[in-house]
């Protein structure tokens, strides 16, 4: 019941900040100080992979500072836009690309699972376990923030 009460709080928050439900959901609500309150677990998975030595419950100094003054923080390969609700700040991220949130093997594993392969297919095509594939499988419907093998491929489809 866990993704009931994940899906539950995102609910409360987007209709607390009138927020649309998007295909994106890279999303956080930072308080006036820079520290998180909520955040999506892609959100969290995409800090780190943008920040490899981030932990906490502050941002990186780079786009902390970016929040306090309220600016959209651009790098390289990630995008995040800042808009103040009151005393919290809404953040939503996103990348040049979905499958930069991914590790090589991650998106071949992503690719053939939303093509339609099975788990068994998958690892005998790659010299793997099948729970190893699906281990691999349930690290992108984290990271990316889906629930299901359509939403998957929507979003490896759009790369959105």
């Known amino acids: 019941m866990p993704h009931l009460v994940e899906t539950h709080r995102a609910a409360r928050l987007r209709h607390f900040l009138k927020v649309p439900t998007a295909h994106n959901r890279v999303w956080a609500l930072l308080d006036e100080r820079g520290y998180l309150r909520e955040a999506s677990p892609s959100f969290i998975a995409y800090l780190g992979a943008n920040w490899p030595g981030w932990s906490g419950s502050g941002l990186p100094e780079p786009l902390a500072t970016s929040v306090k003054i309220g600016r959209a923080f651009k790098a390289p390969t990630s995008h995040f ?51 190893t594939v699906r281990n691999h499988i349930a690290h992108c419907f984290r990271k990316l923030g889906v629930n299901n093998k359509v939403e998957l491929a929507r979003r490896l489809e759009s790369k959105a």
């Open 81 to 131: 836009e800042v808009k103040p609700y009151g005393q919290f700040y809404y953040i939503q991220g996103r990348s040049d690309g979905v499958l930069e949130l991914l590790s090589k093997r991650e998106r071949e594993i992503a690719s053939r699972y939303a093509r339609g392969e099975t788990y068994s297919a998958i690892a005998s095509g790659l010299s793997l376990s099948s729970s």
